[in-house]
Nanobody, 117 residues
Framework: QVQLVESGGGLVQAGGSLRLSCAAS????????MGWYRQPPGKQRELVAT???????NYADSVKGRFTISRDNARNTVYLQMNSLKPEDTAVYYC???????????WGQGTQVTVSS
């Protein structure tokens, strides 16, 4: 089992920045990969970024060059630094972890990010 708690969402103007944090209930060194997804209003959940235990990252085309995912194994935390935010980035952002022999998928409760124009 893995519990994930997100924080750092909020309201920001277009062009601004936010940093999301995802704290895991266990050592994230064994969680591979971890990632961020988002669900815009009225749309399906979509991948934002993932990071493996070795530090390999993957980004959705829509956020490349603006968002950066990172992990701090000592703090059992994954971060999403979001710069140059756009109104279309408005969504509920969810932390995700794949863990265990069966590679079960775990989700946080979500944090709202709203970007005003």
């Amino acid at each position: 089992q893995v519990q994930l708690v997100e924080s750092g969402g909020g309201l920001v103007q277009a062009g601004g920045s936010l940093r999301l944090s995802c704290a895991a209930s266990r050592n994230i060194f064994s969680i591979n990969p971890m990632g961020w997804y988002r669900q815009p209003p009225g749309k399906q959940r979509e991948l934002v970024a993932t990071i493996t235990s070795e530090g390999t990252t993957n980004y959705a085309d829509s956020v490349k060059g603006r968002f950066t995912i990172s992990r701090d194994n000592a703090r059992n935390t994954v971060y999403l630094q979001m710069n140059s935010l756009k109104p279309e980035d408005t969504a509920v952002y969810y932390c995700n972890a794949v863990y265990g022999v069966l590679r079960n998928r775990y989700w946080g409760q979500g944090t709202q990010v709203t970007v005003s124009s």
